[in-house]
Structure formats: structure tokens, C-alpha cells
């Protein structure tokens, strides 16, 4: 029979191009957000945090916004790369430490 | 820094059998999750627990499944008895909560199929 999963948004750019993943979280308590990378076979790795008392920060080729009246986390990667493909989580930390995962968008980098 | 170690990377079990998922955490760090991954339902945190204590288990799925910490170095996950649809990736993640820097550094995970 037709198996039944989760329907991960996915996102296709071409080489070079910018991306953006955006992610809706959803407990207004949540003080610390983190995007993570997960390549095929592997754990998610860390890639950018950002603290609720901030609206943006950047690192290297990538920027996390955060609006915090909408619940909204978006993840920007500048001139994006085949070696950019995968998927793409935020994660919401509670103050007292439990942190949860959003579902996940499958990036994928045309060459 | 050798990371999150997890044993065994693959696992196939017959349905009824007990699984025990092993994790060593990095040194130093004060906190340890465990994740079930599947396409069905994701990321979901099953269990995390704070200088060896088990802080929020509400993600345990059922009493088949138990998680312990004897020491800061080591915890298990265990399956018992095991049933077909626990087949997943589980992951073992760490992070030290000492300072602002809170992110978790994940294993490799285990494959385990039920069959």
C-alpha cells in the first residue's frame, strides 16, 4: 500500500543562488533557537543559534531572523552550494532545556 | 574530541527480542537526549536527562521502552519487547549547559529494524 509520512517542505535552487528556510515554532516560552544540518546517514549538526532577546544574527554565509510575534525562524544561506543539500531543522529550547524539533525542509542545490 | 558515540550503528531484531541502544556523551557535557527519527513523524525527543537525571520522559512512547544514565559517560535506551514499528534511527545528542552556549552535538545514530 501507499505509505503515509510527513509531506517536508522542499526547497530547489541553483548553485550559487541564495536560499531561504523559513520555520514556524510554537511555544511562546522558547528563549533560544538553533538551525541544524542533517546530511544523508548522519546527525543534525549545529549550524547557527540565535537567543529571543535578538531579531538577527549572522555567521558565516548564513543569517538567522527571528520574529518573535509571529513565531517565525528563518534560515538565509548566501551563494548556496551543492555541498548545502540536505535537510534543514530549527530546534526551540524551553528555559528549563527540553528542546524540540520542527519537521525538517529537504534544500536541494542544482548545479 | 571524539563526539557522541553510539552502539551498534545497525541493529536487526526479530519482533519480540529486546534492544538495548547504547550512548557515550562528550566529556564535560551535563545533559543527554534521546531522538526517534522516522519519515512518519520526524525529529521527536523521547527522553533527556540532566547530570544523569531524567528531566522530561513524556516522549516515551510506551512502558516497553526505558532509558537509563548510571553514570556521566553512559545511557541506554532500551526496547522490551520489541515490535516492528519501533524500527527508526535513534539518536543520542549532548550538550553542556554550562554558559549561554546551549546546542546539542549529536551520535551518528542507530539503524534498528524490527522485523
Redesign the interface.
Known sequence: GESVGLHLPTLSVQEGDNSIINCAYSNSASDYFIWYKQESGKGPQFIIDIRSNMDKRQGQRVTVLLNKTVKHLSLQIAATQPGDSAVYFCAENTRAGKSTFGDGTTLTVKP | DAG?IQSPRHEVTEMGQEVTLRCKPISGHN?L?W?RQ??????E?LI?F?NNVP??DSGMPEDRFSAKMPNASFSTLKIQPSEPRDSAVY?C?S?S?RG??????????TQLSVL
Open positions: 557522541v545533559s537526549f531522538y522516522t519519515m512518519m513523524r520526524g525529529l525527543l533527556y540532566n528531566i522530561d539518536f545528542a550538550r549547559d549561554s552556549n546551549e546546542k546539542l552535538f549529536f551520535g551518528s545514530g
